[in-house]
C-alpha cells in the first residue's frame, strides 16, 4: 500500500497515488503550509513528515549555511552550563583557512630552482602536506592556497586556488588579499614556509577572540645556531595582558619580546571583516607611501596591516606556545629541521 503524505489516503500503485494528487490536491502547495509553520516559530512533526528525506535534508543545509555557527555557539554554550567538555567539538565549526604560498625564497635556492618552497620534502611528506594533514586532522576541509612562484606545481585536490602573478613585486598581504572573497566567516591564516605540530593548530581554534597570533615564547632557542636568518628578521611581538601592542621586524629589542610570531593565526567573522576594512584603507592611503615596515601596502608584510590593527583599536590577542614549530626560511634551516624534526618539533 502507498500512503498519500497529505491526507492519509491509501492506494495500490504509484499511479493511482498521483491521480488523487492531481485531482484532490492541485491547487496544495508544500511552501504555504511551511509558511505557516514557519511563522508560528515552530515546525509541526506532520509538515517535516511530508518533506521527505530529500527535501529535509536540503532544509537542514540551508538553516546550517545561513545559522551553523549560531546553532553551534547555542549548542556549545549549553553543554558548557551542563558542565561538559566541548574541546573536541571545535571540529564540528565551519572553519575555512587560507595559506599563503606565493614568495620565492632566494635563500633556499638551489633547493627550489624546480619547486616552490612550500614542496621541499622535510622527512618524507612535503612542508604543505604536512600543514594539509594537521588542518584536516582538527576539521577543516575548506583550505584555500595562493600560489606565485612556480605555483602551477602545487597541485593538491581538494584545494582551492587563487594565483598571484605579481609576486616578484609584491608583498605576502598582497598575495593574501587575492583571496580576499574568502574571508567571509571565521578561518585560519598560514604561511606556507612553516612546521607546526597540531597540538599549536587545537591550541589556535580553542581560542575566542576574534583575532588572534600564535607567539613563541620560546623564540630565542631557533636562533642560537641559526646563521643565515638573523634575529633582526624575526617577526617579534610585545605584549600587555593578553593583547599585542607591537608586531614586526627590527622593531623590538630582544630583550624587550615577549615572542615570535610564527606565521600562524585566527580569525572570526568579525576579526575578518575587521581585517578588510582596515586593509581598504590602507589601500586608499598609502598605496604608493611608506606603511609601517615596507615602501607601499603592496608590498607589505602580513604584520604591517595587523600592526595597523592594533594601531586603530582593534584588540589582537596572543596565543603563547612554547617550541612546536620550525621556519623553512633557509637551506641552513631545511639542512637542521629535516636532520632534527621530531626535537625541532618537540612541545616544551
Given at each position: 500500500m502507498i500512503i498519500c503524505q497529505i491526507c492519509g489516503a491509501s492506494f495500490k500503485t504509484t499511479q493511482g497515488l498521483a491521480g488523487h494528487k492531481r485531482l484532490r490536491h492541485g491547487a496544495y502547495k508544500p511552501g504555504d503550509e511551511l509558511q505557516k509553520a514557519f511563522g508560528g516559530k515552530q515546525l509541526h512533526r506532520k509538515v517535516l513528515?511530508?518533506?521527505?528525506?530529500?527535501?529535509?535534508?536540503?532544509?537542514?543545509?540551508?538553516?546550517?549555511?545561513?545559522?551553523?555557527?549560531?546553532?553551534?555557539?547555542?549548542?556549545?554554550?549549553?553543554?558548557?552550563?551542563?558542565?561538559?567538555?566541548?574541546?573536541?567539538?571545535?571540529?564540528?565549526?565551519?572553519?575555512?583557512?587560507?595559506?599563503?604560498?606565493?614568495?620565492?625564497?632566494?635563500?633556499?635556492?638551489?633547493?627550489?630552482?624546480?619547486?616552490?618552497?612550500?614542496?621541499?620534502?622535510?622527512?618524507?611528506?612535503?612542508?604543505?602536506?604536512?600543514?594539509l594533514e594537521h588542518l584536516r586532522a582538527c576539521g577543516i576541509n575548506d583550505i584555500v592556497v595562493v600560489r606565485g612562484y612556480q605555483g602551477d606545481k602545487i597541485r593538491y585536490p581538494a584545494v582551492r586556488y587563487y594565483d598571484n602573478r605579481d609576486y616578484r613585486e609584491t608583498g605576502i598581504l598582497r598575495s593574501l588579499f587575492h583571496a580576499k572573497e574568502e574571508m567571509d566567516d571565521e578561518f585560519i591564516f598560514c604561511y606556507a614556509d612553516i612546521l607546526y605540530t597540531k597540538a599549536v593548530l587545537e591550541l589556535l581554534l580553542r581560542e575566542q577572540s576574534d583575532i588572534s597570533l600564535v607567539v613563541d615564547t620560546g623564540w630565542e632557542s631557533h636562533y642560537h645556531q641559526r646563521k643565515q636568518h638573523p634575529v633582526s628578521e624575526a617577526e617579534l611581538v610585545k605584549v600587555e595582558g593578553n593583547r599585542i601592542t607591537q608586531i614586526g621586524r627590527n622593531l623590538i629589542e630582544p630583550g624587550e619580546a615577549h615572542g615570535e610570531f610564527i606565521g600562524l593565526a585566527r580569525f572570526s567573522r568579525k576579526g575578518a571583516e575587521s581585517l578588510k576594512v582596515i586593509h581598504g584603507w590602507a589601500m586608499e592611503n598609502y598605496r604608493d607611501s611608506a606603511f609601517h615596515t615596507s615602501p607601499s601596502v603592496d608590498k607589505a608584510a602580513f604584520t604591517d596591516l595587523v600592526q595597523e590593527l592594533i594601531d586603530q583599536g582593534y584588540p589582537v590577542c596572543h596565543v603563547d606556545i612554547h617550541g612546536g614549530w620550525a621556519e623553512i626560511d633557509t637551506v641552513e634551516d631545511f639542512d637542521r629541521v629535516s636532520k632534527e624534526l621530531e626535537s625541532v618539533l618537540k612541545v616544551d
Open positions: 513528515n511530508s518533506l521527505g528525506d530529500k527535501l529535509a535534508d536540503k532544509l537542514a543545509e540551508a538553516l546550517l549555511e545561513s545559522h551553523g555557527q549560531q546553532i553551534l555557539d547555542l549548542y556549545i554554550e549549553e553543554l558548557s552550563r551542563q558542565g561538559l567538555d566541548i574541546s573536541s567539538l571545535t571540529k564540528l565549526r565551519r572553519v575555512r583557512a587560507i595559506i599563503v604560498a606565493a614568495g620565492e625564497s632566494n635563500r633556499l635556492l638551489p633547493l627550489i630552482s624546480n619547486k616552490p618552497a612550500c614542496l621541499l620534502e622535510i622527512g618524507d611528506k612535503t612542508i604543505l602536506s604536512r600543514e
